[in-house]
Structure formats: structure tokens, C-alpha cells
Nanobody, 121 residues
Framework: QVQLVESGGGLVQAGESLRLSCVAS????????MGWFRQAPGKQRELVAT???????NYADSAKGRFTISRDNAKNTVYLQMNSLKPEDTAVYYC???????????????WGRGTQVTVSS
């Protein structure tokens, strides 16, 4: 099993910044990628940003230019620096990883429980 624990959410005003962190722990053989998704009330969960173990990144259009994803491989930790936040960024942010628990099994997706980000106008 792989556990993901997010932190750093909160209530901010439009234009302010937040930094989310997520630590992966448990029976980790290899992490392929880590990332962040979000889900606003009444909407589907959507990609925010991902980063591979080689450092390749992918961002949603809504995140480009404002959010930066980074990773500390030694600590199995992924960060999301969010600047110039907007009310439409309000959502529960979920950490995600694609990881293998041992050499014999295929990689699968693991999810954290989420952290609330609320941006007031």
C-alpha cells in the first residue's frame, strides 16, 4: 500500500499564494510520477499538474504561468506552488502518484484524501 498525505491548503484572498505539499509513504518500490488534481463542487476531478521521476512536467491550461509543480525524489514529496490564485481555483486538491509496490506488479494510481483550497474574491 502507498499512502499520500497532503498539507498546505487553506483560505486565501484572490491574488495570494499557497504551497501544497504531499508526502508518499508505505510499500514503495518505485514512483513513476506524482501530481495534483482538483475537484470543485459539482464538477469532475481534473488535472492540475504532474511531474515524472525524470522531472518532466505537464500542466493544465488553467495552471500554466501561475502554478509550479516540483518534486523531492529523496523525500517522495511533491509540491505545488500556486500564485495569483483566483476564486475559480477553489476546490479540493488531491495528490496522486503512479507507483509500484514491488518489482513484480504493475504500477497503479494512488490518491490522497485531499486538502481544501478556498479563494475568496
Amino acid at each position: 500500500q502507498v499512502q499520500l498525505v497532503e498539507s498546505g491548503g487553506g483560505l486565501v484572498q484572490a491574488g495570494e499564494s499557497l504551497r501544497l505539499s504531499c508526502v508518499a509513504s508505505g510499500s514503495i518500490f518505485a514512483i513513476i510520477s506524482m501530481g495534483w488534481f482538483r475537484q470543485a463542487p459539482g464538477k469532475q476531478r481534473e488535472l492540475v499538474a504532474t511531474i515524472t521521476n525524470r522531472g518532466d512536467t505537464n500542466y493544465a491550461d488553467s495552471a500554466k504561468g501561475r502554478f509550479t509543480i516540483s518534486r523531492d525524489n529523496a523525500k517522495n514529496t511533491v509540491y505545488l506552488q500556486m500564485n495569483s490564485l483566483k476564486p475559480e481555483d477553489t476546490a479540493v486538491y488531491y495528490c496522486n502518484t503512479e507507483a509500484k509496490t514491488n518489482i513484480l506488479v504493475r504500477a497503479r494510481q494512488w490518491w490522497g484524501r485531499g486538502t481544501q483550497v478556498t479563494v475568496s474574491s
